[in-house]
C-alpha cells in the first residue's frame, strides 16, 4: 500500500513528481559513492593492524628487513602495508642511521593515502543535505499549490478539495522522500568517516612504533 502510493507520486502529471525524480537521482548518485567508498574502506585498504604490525616489527626486531619488505609488498594495495613499505625501504637503503630521511619516506607515503581514503566521502553528506532541501522545496511547492487552490475564486468547491489535496500530498510525499534518502546517507556517511579514521590513526600509531623501532635497532 505504501510503496502504490509512492508508485503513484511518481507518476509524471502528479504535482511534486519533478521533486522526486530530482531526489531519486540523488539517491542513486549516494548509492554508488557509498557502495564504491564501503569497498575501498573496508575491503581494500583496511587491514587487521595489531597483527600485521606485530609480524613487521618482529621481522625488524631480529634484523629481517628483506622478508618484512617482502610481507609489506603482498599488501601494499592496503594503506598501512603501502606505508610502511616506503619506510623500511627507505631504512633498507643504506646502513647509516638516517631517522629524517625515514621519517620523510613515512610522510610522503602518508600524504599518499590519505587523499585516497577521504576521497569523495565529504559528497555523502553534501547529497544529504540537498536531498533533505530539496524535499523541502517541494513541500514548499505544495503548499503554495494548496493555498492557490484556497485562495482562488475561479475554481468550484469539488475542484478547491481536489487541488487542495493535491497540495497536501506533493508537499508530504516529496518531505518523506528526501528524508528517505537522506537519513540512510548520513548512516552511511557516518560510517565511512568513523572507518576511515581509524585507519588513520593505525597509521599515526603504528609507524611512530616502527620508526622508533628501526632506529633503536640502528
Request: net charge neutral; hydrophobic share 50%.
Amino acid at each position: 500500500m505504501f510503496l502504490a502510493q509512492f508508485g503513484e507520486a511518481f507518476k509524471p502529471s502528479t504535482e511534486g513528481s519533478l521533486f522526486m525524480y530530482t531526489i531519486a537521482l540523488f539517491g542513486a548518485i549516494a548509492i554508488a559513492i557509498a557502495i564504491e567508498r564501503i569497498y575501498y574502506i573496508v575491503i581494500r585498504s583496511n587491514v587487521n593492524a595489531d597483527r600485521f604490525m606485530g609480524e613487521i616489527r618482529k621481522l625488524v626486531a631480529g634484523g629481517n628487513m628483506e622478508r618484512a619488505i617482502q610481507l609489506c609488498e603482498q599488501g601494499k594495495q592496503k594503506a598501512l602495508p603501502f606505508v610502511v613499505l616506503r619506510g623500511l625501504k627507505r631504512a633498507n637503503e643504506s646502513d647509516a642511521l638516517d631517522f629524517r630521511a625515514i621519517q620523510n619516506a613515512v610522510d610522503e607515503g602518508t600524504l599518499e593515502v590519505i587523499p585516497r581514503l577521504k576521497e569523495r566521502t565529504n559528497y555523502l553528506s553534501m547529497l544529504a543535505n540537498v536531498a533533505t532541501l530539496t524535499g523541502l522545496m517541494g513541500t514548499i511547492y505544495g503548499l503554495i499549490l494548496s493555498f492557490q487552490a484556497v485562495g482562488s475564486q475561479t475554481v468550484s468547491e469539488a475542484d478547491k478539495s481536489r487541488l487542495l489535496a493535491q497540495g497536501i500530498a506533493a508537499a508530504m510525499n516529496t518531505t518523506i522522500f528526501g528524508l528517505m534518502v537522506a537519513i540512510p546517507t548520513l548512516i552511511v556517511y557516518t560510517y565511512v568517516v568513523n572507518r576511515t579514521t581509524k585507519i588513520i590513526d593505525e597509521l599515526d600509531e603504528h609507524l611512530v612504533k616502527l620508526i622508533n623501532l628501526i632506529t633503536g635497532n640502528r
